[in-house]
């Protein structure tokens, strides 16, 4: 008995378990399993049999300590609801084998107690064997009526160990499920039980108290009455309370007080444990006294909540989470309001507080869900008789009241940098939406938010709640999809611990997947929705949209590492890109040379020589119309690319800046909205190997069929915008402007009027000008991104297709021939 099982059984076990919840296939599967396992029914004789049985249900409840044991009550009730209507119930037969010899393990673990030597594993062993009882209890706790006297002892368990305490709380707990349904116990087991309960009610720590004041209510509630005996408990930490707030309000500063703080303490969370379960209100426990005990209580907790220390601030709002299950409608008190929203949405407010707010939210739901519950039993038990919807429609219209109270504070806390603060606040989220207590679309783009968590748990349930919404409400998740990308990137910032990186749109990891890939995944199946998306994406990129330049550069990331699965998805994202450079990139060049002086050395008529000038014009502020005025063929010739007449462009335009930097800075913030979609068409470019000819012929309304082929994504490819990401991190939005960021935005400056001029090669022009502007439009485009020329031939070597990588600031690799 003393014995573990094979560690790898346990674990192959748990494995499989958690499984439970899977897919129709896998979850039939597990069923089987374990029915197979665990709960056929073992021959009497074959005590060895069951031993090893009970060893493995424990070995895998232990295992599972930490995570949770969701997976077990989703086994055993899925199992016992599958056999419900047959007259044979093996799955039935096999839990009451295995609850009885459990009870029969433990009394001998408890004579082996005595061995020190084997003490640590056996008090282990005993708290998993405890365990599995208490996950029976929950599901069939007829199964443990039987054994209630036999567990009563354990309450009298001394605690040393962190073990003794478990094995205290969860005999509590099954007492508390088990006593209520026996018949005619015994006066003298009861009144034992409710002394037991109170001495470690008044000894011992939180945990302990929770559980056995909740033990205490099943009793006294449903079974003895016994009103007077609780009456007396709760006057007794209620009076302590009185006491201090008095001493409190006479002297703040006190010493009384600071020596009395353990009793402060205990006595704000008794108070409200007790207020929990039971309704002092009743004339069983005030009598005929015109009192009102709620109010009473509420004031108390109140006040204390507006204490120095956060700790008493701390365990009074934990009385208030108590006092407000039992009466909710407190809720709506504008005290309690401004209290909760004014924690929830402080962002100077200590993070226990605002954990506290959230966990009392989500205590609520989670009562009210299980009150929801057993309501729909008992109506289903007596559908016939009488309607007791109605009784669960009011309790749901106040829970639906409440969270529209504190929705938006709530949905707020998302953007938080502690995980925990996230944590709770999706668990509200999640159980709002479950529960259907509001309207789901408003919660849609805080979801889409969550699903970038840096926690993959976090990130699975935000993205699950995301797929229940849109199974029930198609084109939601379209509707907020845009707003929803937006908030994500706001999250990342809240969660971003060093400010002076700029804030990145994909996952820093192997599979450098677009943070709002299950976004993306969502979204693309219907066509119509994805382009709008897309397009949605691309116009924030638009010059007069103002987004600020971190956003571009994080939904850049994210399109960049979409999971695009046919060609018609990238290409869709190119064709748009030009049509927005087209028009951006004029109305750019625009507003610079509207804010360049006239230089007037520069307004005589141009030579034959600067005619034919390599690098377009002179780029002076004045040349526009002697520019328009060249023939097309030596506006187009870019062969000659010498530094001194680069050099001379330069200068000429650097004669015509302003004296006032600001148009300056606004064309370096501008541009870099433009520089972002240069630089993501030739990454896509690169990545699904696409020649500049396939891009230019894809036409949007063309035939869906025609550009359904699946995409032959390049390995190694990385979005990596250098010029964007230096722009950020010097800061020069708000840096002084020296002369070579003058020199070096003038540079930007002429480039970007080379690529407009050359933007669209234009076919009908003989092989060598098509060659001639590409090539310009080319060398436009590697001097604007920083790096080697971009390649524009598909069919080139395998081996150049990612290779000017980093060295040309994430442009495509430089052609070798």
């Not at 037969?93 to 005595?114: F, G, P, R, W």
């Not at 567990?151 to 605690?159: D, I």
């Not at 995301?466 to 939601?476: C, H, R, S």
Request: contains cysteine; glycine residues 4%.
């Amino acid at each position: 008995i003393e014995q573990p099982t094979f560690p790898k059984i346990t674990e192959m076990c748990v494995k499989m378990i958690r499984r439970v919840n899977d897919e129709e296939g896998i979850k039939k599967l597990v069923n089987e399993t374990f029915q197979k396992l665990w709960f056929t029914p073992t021959p009497h004789h074959d005590k060895e049999a069951m031993t090893r049985k009970i060893l493995n249900i424990t070995d895998v409840v232990a295992a599972c300590r930490d995570t949770g044991y969701d997976w077990f009550e989703q086994l055993l009730q899925n199992l016992l609801k599958s056999e419900e209507d047959a007259s044979y119930k093996p799955v039935k037969k096999a839990c009451t084998q295995l609850v009885d010899n459990l009870v029969e393990h433990i009394l001998k673990y408890e004579e082996s107690l005595s061995d020190s030597d084997s003490k640590g594993v056996n008090s282990g062993r005993l708290v998993a064997c405890i365990t599995t009882l208490f996950l029976f209890s929950k599901i069939r706790p007829q199964l443990m009526v039987k054994h209630a006297m036999t567990m009563q002892p354990y309450l009298t368990t001394k605690c040393s160990t962190q073990n003794d305490f478990m094995v205290i709380c969860n005999v509590a707990k099954i007492l508390e499920l088990v006593v209520p349904l026996m018949e005619h116990p015994s006066e003298t087991f009861l009144a034992t039980i409710e002394e037991d309960l109170m001495k470690l009610i008044i000894k011992y720590g939180m945990t302990v108290v929770q559980h056995c004041v909740s033990c205490l209510g099943a009793v006294v509630n449903k079974v003895t009455q016994n009103y007077k005996f609780v009456w007396a408990c709760f006057n007794r930490y209620y009076g302590a309370l009185s006491k201090l707030k008095s001493q409190h309000q006479e002297d703040p500063n006190s010493t009384i007080l600071t020596a009395n703080k353990p009793a402060l303490l205990r006595s704000l969370f008794t108070v409200g444990a007790l207020c929990r379960h039971f309704d002092f209100d009743q004339e069983d426990f005030k009598g005929n006294s015109k009192v009102n005990i709620k109010d009473k209580v509420l004031e108390l907790l109140m006040y204390f909540t507006k204490h120095s220390d956060e700790e008493v601030q701390t365990k009074a709002i934990i009385g208030l989470g108590f006092a407000f299950i039992q009466h909710p409608s407190l809720m709506f008190e504008q005290e309690v309001k401004t209290l909760y929203n004014s924690i929830l949405s402080d962002k100077n407010c200590s993070v226990n507080l605002k954990i506290q707010v959230l966990k009392n939210l989500q205590t609520y739901l989670q009562e009210e869900d299980t009150r929801m519950q057993q309501a729909d039993r008992d109506w289903k038990k007596v559908a016939k008789q009488e309607d007791l919807k109605e009784m669960g429609d009011i309790s749901s219209g106040m829970s639906s009241s409440i969270m529209q109270l504190y929705l938006k504070q709530v949905l707020e806390a998302f953007f938080h940098t502690q995980s925990s603060v996230r944590h709770f606040a999706l668990n509200v989220i999640a159980l709002t939406l479950n529960q259907g207590l509001i309207h789901p679309v408003q919660c849609v783009p805080y979801l889409i938010a969550m699903g970038t968590d840096p926690e993959p748990s976090m990130r699975n349930k935000a993205d699950q709640q995301l797929v229940e919404i849109d199974k029930k409400y198609a084109g939601f998740i379209h509707m907020k999809a845009v707003a929803g990308m937006k908030m994500s990137y706001q999250v990342q910032q809240a969660i971003n611990t060093c400010p002076k990186d700029p804030v990145r749109g994909f996952r820093h990891d192997e599979s450098s997947s677009a943070l709002c890939s299950h976004l993306y995944s969502m979204i693309r199946g219907n066509r119509q929705h994805r382009r709008a998306f897309l397009i949605s994406l691309l116009n924030l990129f638009d010059d007069t949209a103002k987004t600020e330049v971190n956003m571009l550069l994080y939904i850049a990331d994210n399109l960049a590492c979409f999971p695009y699965q046919t060609q018609e998805e990238p290409l869709f994202i190119m064709h748009h890109i030009d049509i927005t450079l087209s028009v951006s990139g004029s109305n750019l060049l625009q507003s610079f040379k509207e804010s360049m002086v006239k230089d007037k050395k520069k307004e005589r008529k141009p030579s034959s020589e600067e005619e034919t000038e390599s690098d377009s014009n002179s780029g002076s502020g004045s040349e526009s119309e002697e520019e328009a005025s060249k023939p097309r063929r030596l506006r187009k010739r870019v062969d000659s690319d010498s530094d001194s007449d680069e050099e001379n462009d330069i200068n000429a335009v650097m004669k015509c800046l302003p004296e006032d930097p600001a148009p300056l800075i606004e064309f370096a913030n501008v541009s870099q909205g433009i520089l972002l979609l240069l630089m993501l068409k030739q990454h896509l470019k690169n990545l699904c190997g696409f020649s500049d000819s396939k891009i230019q012929k894809y036409s949007p309304s063309e035939s869906a069929k025609v550009y359904d082929k699946a995409i032959n994504r390049k390995t190694g490819v990385h979005f990596h915008p250098k010029q964007t990401l230096d722009f950020l991190r010097s800061d020069m939005a708000n840096s002084k402007i020296t002369e070579e960021v003058k020199r070096s935005i003038v540079k930007q400056y002429l480039d970007f009027k080379l690529l407009m001029e050359h933007l669209d090669p234009d076919e009908e022009e003989e092989d060598g000008e098509v060659s001639a502007s590409t090539n310009a439009r080319n060398k436009a485009i590697t001097s604007l991104l920083g790096g080697g020329s971009p390649k524009n031939n598909a069919a080139e070597t395998e081996d150049d297709e990612s290779d000017g990588e980093d060295r040309g600031g994430g442009t495509s690799g430089v052609r070798r021939r």
